[in-house]
Nanobody, 115 residues
Framework: QVQLVESGGGLVQPGGSLRLSCAAS????????MGWYRQAPGKQRELVAV???????NYADVVKGRFTISRDNAKNTVYLQMNSLKPEDTAVYYC?????????WGKGTLVTVSS
């Protein structure tokens, strides 16, 4: 059974940084495309960033230049480095693993950007 567990969320001031981690278990991690999504209160879940098996990356326009997704296949972990955080980045961040059209999700970690 595939399990994805996020960590690293919390409260940060505007302009600050956080690094989210997503640890995968129960699967061969390096065959999955991995991604981070987020859902703000009252809004739909949206894509933040994705990284393929070959470590190609893609970002939502609103986070380009501020967020970086990376993966460590030896540790079965994907990361999201978030810099220059803004109040509008406040959301629950979810880790996603995708293989042959099947999606797996973590339970999410809350990021709050506020002074």
């Amino acid at each position: 059974q595939v399990q994805l567990v996020e960590s690293g969320g919390g409260l940060v001031q505007p302009g600050g940084s956080l690094r989210l981690s997503c640890a995968a278990s129960g699967t061969i991690f390096n065959i999955y495309a991995m991604g981070w999504y987020r859902q703000a209160p009252g809004k739909q879940r949206e894509l933040v960033a994705v990284i393929t098996r070959g470590s190609s990356t893609n970002y939502a326009d609103v986070v380009k230049g501020r967020f970086t997704i990376s993966r460590d296949n030896a540790k079965n972990t994907v990361y999201l480095q978030m810099n220059s955080l803004k109040p509008e980045d406040t959301a629950v961040y979810y880790c996603n693993g995708r293989l042959v059209g099947v999606d797996y999700w973590g339970k999410g970690t809350l990021v709050t950007v506020s002074s």
